[in-house]
């Protein structure tokens, strides 16, 4: 049954986060503690009534949890991402090993919390992505590269082919905006960790989240044009030219 949104906070410019989980009480504890950190919240049972929800539903972010009967959470966010929705997603689960944490950053999700956690360090976690999605980077280095046909803007986190904005996920923004401000020179993986603030899931994570980003930007992601691999020293970004 679905959950009632908890609206203590009526301000409507409040971010709207859907929690996903069977956990009931889990829900409500969450749902009570990111109402009281200015989070408007609405919560589901399961990946059927979250779809439904979808319908009508816009939210900034989605918490999910990983383990649910019938459709669990990595196929969700797989299902979501293939739908082209790029809200931020933060996958719950008791399997906190680095291997299931890749598999969930395959699927496409932003960022990856074991349980047991502190309500607090989600709230950290959500506020982060958020960020990468609203705020603008602020360097010196700040400039649009074309990519092709393709126009990465860093400003706006907008990537535009033919007029037409190309959804990105916040971990695909944050790594091509890392890549942008610095085309032409060759970041080691933990160089782009560090920018990107994956230190916790470690350099493989930069891995998935190039083989994603190929998939968006390379018209044979087998055989890159823009975001090559160096072996042994990391990536680089090649675009056809930047724009000051």
Known sequence: MMDESINKNEDSDSLHVLVIDDDPRLRRLLQRYLNENGFRISGAESA????????????????????????DGLQLT????????????????????????IAGLEAGADDYLGKPFEPKELLLRLRAQLRRLQQPIMTD????????????????????????????????????????????????REDIVQEIGMEEIGERAVDVQVTRLRRR??????????????RGKGYVLKPSYSLS
């Open 78 to 101: 797989h299902s979501l991402r293939e739908e082209g929705k790029d809200i931020p997603i933060i996958l719950l689960t008791a399997r906190g090993e680095p291997e299931d944490r």
């Open 48 to 71: 059927k009534e979250a779809r439904e929800m979808l319908k009508f539903l816009q939210p900034d972010a989605i918490v999910l949890d990983v383990s649910m009967p019938g459709e």
């Open 217 to 230: 930007i390379e018209s044979d992601p087998k055989q890159p044009r823009f975001l090559h691999t160096v």
């Open 141 to 188: 280095n700040v400039r649009a590269v074309k990519l092709g046909d393709m126009e990465f803007d860093p400003i706006r986190n907008l990537l535009i082919h033919n007029n037409e904005i190309i959804h990105l996920t916040g971990g695909e923004i944050a790594l091509l905006r890392v890549l942008a401000s610095r085309p032409n020179e060759i970041l080691s």
